[in-house]
């Protein structure tokens, strides 16, 4: 990758942080004005709305932070990858199983795993549940809902078949963990085996056909 494209990776990747941490930092600033505003009559709700945005926050930072500044040489600090996956889809409408099998794998491949979460996640648009586990080439995601699908973009991105020029920050996520599974010698295969079903899979690049 030229020295140009890199450039371009990284100014996608931090638009597309900067768009998730927006909404709860702005939820913040909200509540803040609606104390100044109201006083004590509405302090109870604002203050309710201002921990549990900063609560959203937090969990995405450090989410993200694992997801796009864990190196392969680093050891993980903090929380293990599990409760930081999980913490993200507290109080939504969605859920996320994150097997035994697939948090006793190294924590590159961890990495990649909740890489999958946050493409998976973006297949449930009304909500559903997602089964993160390990298979047999590396960890592989199950979405389940009412809609499971990925937009013909983010599908794309994925299986690394668009130019960086024409990704997006709404597909760089997708083209990021395409990238990371190559690194890793892999590639992710993408399956809709029924109405409501979509799976992501690690294939071994040598063996895919």
């Given at each position: 990758m030229t020295e140009g494209a890199q450039l371009r990776l990284a100014e996608l990747l931090a638009a597309r942080l900067c768009?998730?941490?927006?909404?709860?930092l702005a939820a913040i600033g909200n509540g803040v004005e609606l104390i100044?505003?109201?006083?004590?009559?509405?302090?109870a709700d604002a203050v309710g709305l201002?921990?549990?945005?900063?609560?959203?926050?937090s969990a995405r930072l450090q989410l993200y932070r694992f997801v796009y500044g864990f190196?392969?040489?680093?050891?993980i600090a903090g929380a293990?990858?599990?409760?930081?996956?999980?913490s993200l889809f507290e109080g939504t409408r969605i859920g996320l199983d994150y097997a035994e099998s697939?948090?006793?794998?190294?924590?590159s491949w961890q990495k990649l795993a909740c890489n999958l979460v946050l493409v998976a996640a973006e297949a449930l648009g009304r909500g559903g549940?997602?089964?993160?586990?390990?298979?047999?080439?590396?960890?592989?995601?199950?979405?389940?809902?009412q809609i499971a699908a990925l937009s013909t973009e983010t599908a794309s991105a994925l299986a690394l078949s668009t130019p960086l020029e024409a990704v997006s920050?709404?597909?760089?996520h997708a083209y990021f963990t395409g990238l990371l599974a190559r690194s890793l010698g892999c590639r992710i295969a993408l399956d809709a085996p029924a109405p409501g079903r979509l799976r992501l899979v690690v294939e071994a690049i040598a063996s895919a056909s």
């Open positions: 768009h998730e941490l927006a909404g709860p100044v505003e109201e006083g004590a009559e509405a302090a201002v921990a549990d945005s900063a609560r959203r926050a190196g392969q040489s680093s050891a293990p990858p599990h409760v930081l996956a999980g697939a948090r006793v794998q190294p924590a549940r997602l089964a993160l586990s390990a298979g047999p080439a590396g960890p592989e995601i199950e979405a389940s809902g920050s709404r597909t760089v």
